[in-house]
């Protein structure tokens, strides 16, 4: 068990470009979150997959953020047009469940830093 | 809609006092309830969670929490507080039911320790 990664670490673009990030969750579990931290708040719920259905994705935050999880294995969140206001840090999150229940602990990863110019 | 209140933006200790951090939450039913702490550069870790039964929990790290439904809180709490405790804590909840489990976390509280 090497835990949740997530690649990049770090990003810095500049205005209107397109950026992708990357998350390996705990590869037995089926569940696959992502989130947005600005600073000095908590986590913001984006988005999440039940193996590779996205479940949920009303809370994506403009229709520039999409998420995909392709297999159920890794899952990419790209930010098309970045904007300025889309710094942040870009949390995933894995868990085992089963559908219609939540009773097991999220595993975070690092989180991605995005800096838009 | 749920919602989760740390009240406390910063809290400053001195290495081996006790801790206590505050969490209320708004929601109709008794949700789940969470301790997360985050230290810088590192993702968020679970310390302990609520889901139902005793209203005193257990974590990892030393730290228990107390639920009280009269007041809508979940205050999470350390005897003895270690230089390495110093982190950014957060409380989130999740509604007991609906299907989605969307967690809401609380802004975050972050604690400084004094040698």
């Known amino acids: 068990d090497t835990g949740v990664s997530q690649n990049p670490r770090h990003k810095i673009t500049k205005r209107g470009q397109n950026v992708t990030f990357r998350c390996d969750p705990i590869?037995?579990?089926?569940?696959l979150y992502w989130y947005r931290q600005t600073l000095g708040q908590g986590p913001e719920f984006l988005t999440y997959f039940q193996n590779e259905a996205q479940l949920e994705k009303s809370r994506l935050l403009s229709d520039r953020f999409s998420a995909e999880r392709p297999k159920g294995s890794f899952s990419t969140l790209e930010i098309q047009r970045t904007e300025q206001g889309d710094s942040a840090m870009y949390l995933c999150?894995?868990?085992?469940?089963?559908?219609?229940?939540?009773?097991?602990?999220?595993?975070f990863g690092p989180g991605t830093r995005l800096t838009v110019l | 809609a749920q919602s989760v209140t740390q009240p406390d933006i910063h809290i400053t200790v001195s290495e081996g006092a006790s801790l206590e951090l505050r969490c209320n939450y708004s929601?109709?039913?008794?949700?789940?309830l969470f301790w997360y702490v985050q230290s810088p550069g590192q993702g968020l870790q679970l310390l302990l969670k609520?889901?139902?039964?005793?209203?005193l929990v257990q974590g990892i790290k030393g730290f228990e929490a107390e639920f009280k439904r009269s007041q809508s809180s979940f205050n999470l709490r350390k005897p003895s507080v270690h230089w390495s405790d110093a982190a950014e804590y957060f409380c989130?909840?999740?509604?007991?039911?609906?299907?989605?489990?969307?967690?809401?976390f609380g802004r975050g509280t972050s604690l400084i320790v004094h040698p």
């Open positions: 609520y889901f139902s039964g005793d209203t």
């Open positions: 989130a909840v999740v509604p007991p039911s609906g299907g989605s489990y969307i967690p809401t």
């Open positions: 929601y109709g039913a008794t949700p789940y």
């Open positions: 999150a894995s868990s085992y469940g089963l559908a219609g229940t939540y009773v097991y602990e999220q595993f």
């Open positions: 590869s037995e579990h089926n569940r």
